[in-house]
Nanobody, 124 residues
Framework: VQLQAYGGGLVQAGGFLRLSCAVS????????MGWLRQAPGKNRQLVAA????????YYADSVKGRFTTSRDNAKNTVYLQMNGLNPEDTAVYYC??????????????????WGQGTLVTVSS
């Protein structure tokens, strides 16, 4: 499975970004997907996880109400809409995939496949 994440960049506090992750190599509709992030000096953190069909979604408490994940199974793509960004959201963001399911996967270490990461920097 290959994952290509893109859409990161530099944004001011209060701004927004939309990350996308294109997936290939396995039937996308049978992959549960996650967005994770890693800030400097910190462990990798699960931000959001989405089920096969997109009907079940998990969000970390730190992003609830600000971030929204969705997927388009026809386009083999998962998205992370990030609104109300603050400097604490600065991190490298990764998309990840798991062949289990169908519900969302909330255990970071169990994701099978990872993208290369895209850097999100939020200035104050």
């Amino acid at each position: 499975v290959q994952l290509q994440a893109y859409g990161g960049g530099l944004v001011q506090a209060g701004g927004f970004l939309r990350l996308s992750c294109a997936v290939s190599g396995r039937p996308f509709g049978r992959l549960r997907m996650g967005w994770l992030r890693q800030a400097p000096g910190k462990n990798r953190q699960l931000v959001a996880a989405i089920s096969w069909s997109g009907d079940m979604i998990y969000y970390a408490d730190s992003v609830k109400g600000r971030f929204t994940t969705s997927r388009d199974n026809a386009k083999n793509t998962v998205y992370l809409q990030m609104n109300g960004l603050n400097p604490e959201d600065t991190a490298v963001y990764y998309c990840a995939a798991d062949v289990g399911g169908p519900g969302p996967l909330v255990i970071v270490s169990e994701y099978n496949y990872w993208g290369q990461g895209t850097l999100v920097t939020v200035s104050s």
